[in-house]
């Protein structure tokens, strides 16, 4: 599939189908985009559905079907978007930082095809506003699904999600306890963490 250069091509995009809850037009949006009227639209859609539909098959729809709604922050970005917002001071990393990650038709530095999205999770959103800790939501998702990183912030709980080939299974918070949380060689990376998200529901149900 070419880039979009009409509305009719746009629109054949965003319905295309990443997995049975979630549409490509669902990671479209920007406010960045919205608000300086910049597109937001793959130079590579095919690469761009092949990496979110990974990300919505392995992470995001079991996450739905645990959880139920998830909201979708800010997800796919074009490069223009993300140097602009980088730019700008939009709490945008670099477009070679995020390539493979918020920048879906890229591949990263060593090759390998990624997406991020960041999402909100209701049910858990009304847990964190209760006790403020975000740690159970990280380890639920790490004992039981292929993600590559996670990042949390304070809003909301709302976190970025990574899937990427070849993973590197980090967590780090801009919340209290800042910093990483685990990460490959630490202590605390294997093993079973339940205790850590007691009452949450088992997966998929």
Same mark, same amino acid.
Request: charged share 25%; with cysteine.
């Given at each position: 599939? @070419? /880039?979009?250069?009409?509305?009719? @091509? ?8 990443? %997995?049975? /809850?979630? *549409?490509?037009?669902?990671? &479209? ?17 095919? &690469? !761009?559905?092949?990496?979110? #539909?990974?990300?919505? =098959?392995?992470?995001? $729809?079991? &996450?739905? +079907? #645990? ?10 970005? /074009?490069? #223009? ?5 980088? $730019? ?8 070679? +930082?995020?390539? !493979? ?7 990263? =530095? ?37 993600? /590559? ?8 709980? !709302? *976190? ?5 080939? $070849?993973? $590197?299974?980090?967590?780090? %918070? ?6 990483? &949380?685990? @990460?490959?060689?630490? =202590?605390?990376? #294997? ?15």
């Amino acid at each position: 599939m @070419k /880039s979009p250069k009409s509305v009719a @091509k746009l629109e054949e995009l965003g319905r295309v189908r990443l %997995s049975p /809850s979630f *549409f490509m037009r669902d990671f &479209l949006y920007s406010e960045i985009a919205n608000l300086h009227g910049l597109s937001n639209i793959p130079d590579d859609p095919d &690469l !761009a559905i092949a990496a979110g #539909t990974r990300l919505c =098959e392995e992470l995001l $729809e079991p &996450l739905s +079907a #645990t959880f139920g709604r998830i909201a979708i922050r800010s997800a796919y970005r /074009s490069p #223009t978007v993300n140097a602009f917002g980088n $730019e700008r001071g939009y709490a945008c990393a670099s477009n070679e +930082a995020n390539y !493979a990650s918020h920048i879906w038709d890229r591949r990263d =530095e060593a090759g390998r095809m990624g997406a991020t999205a960041c999402i909100v999770i209701p049910w858990f959103a009304d847990r964190y506003e209760r006790d403020r800790d975000w740690r159970p939501m990280a380890w639920w998702v790490h004992d039981h699904l292929p993600y /590559s990183r996670m990042e949390f912030y304070p809003t909301r709980a !709302a *976190f970025n999600l990574s899937w990427r080939e $070849e993973p $590197e299974r980090r967590i780090d %918070s801009y919340v209290a306890p800042r910093g990483c &949380l685990t @990460k490959p060689g630490m =202590e605390n990376h #294997t093993g079973d963490h339940s205790e850590c998200y007691d009452g949450f529901p088992s997966l998929g149900h």
